[in-house]
């Protein structure tokens, strides 16, 4: 595999039908970058700015795509102090979701499934039947 160095330099970077395994940037400005139809399995982002970025259809192929496996299982992702104050978080599967630590201050839920949600040892769900009747 041929290794590309660039190193204090301005370039802009077409990869199509590549394989980037196993490259590393390090203090590079990638502003606007877009990343579609991508493996970034294992990929590990530090010490990034992300403001204004938007993540979206992440997971396994939709159906219809030719490699989309109906029994495909996302593997986790971890968030490690991160900063994401104001973020919007719309139609995410979040099942089985571990947070821990978090400052939640002003966080608002709104039209979602909340059966099975803990916080603090509190089964929510049923905390707001109790509060209804």
């Known amino acids: ?27 590079v400005a990638m502003t606007n970058v877009k990343i579609i139809n991508a493996n970034l399995s294992d990929l590990e982002i530090e010490g990034a700015q992300l403001g204004g970025a938007f993540i979206h259809n992440i997971g396994g192929p939709l159906e219809g795509h030719p490699a989309y496996d109906p029994n495909f299982k996302q593997r986790p992702v971890r968030f490690e102090d991160c900063n994401l104050n104001n973020s919007t978080f719309t139609d995410c599967n979040l099942a089985g979701v571990l947070i821990t630590d978090c400052n939640l201050k002003g966080v608002s839920i709104t039209d979602c499934n909340i059966s099975g949600l803990i916080i603090n040892g509190v089964n929510i769900e049923e905390l707001l039947k109790a509060y209804r009747k």
């Open 1 to 27: 595999m041929d290794k590309i160095e660039i190193k204090e330099d301005c370039k802009v970077v077409d990869a199509r039908n590549a394989m980037l395994n196993g490259s590393y940037f390090n203090d």
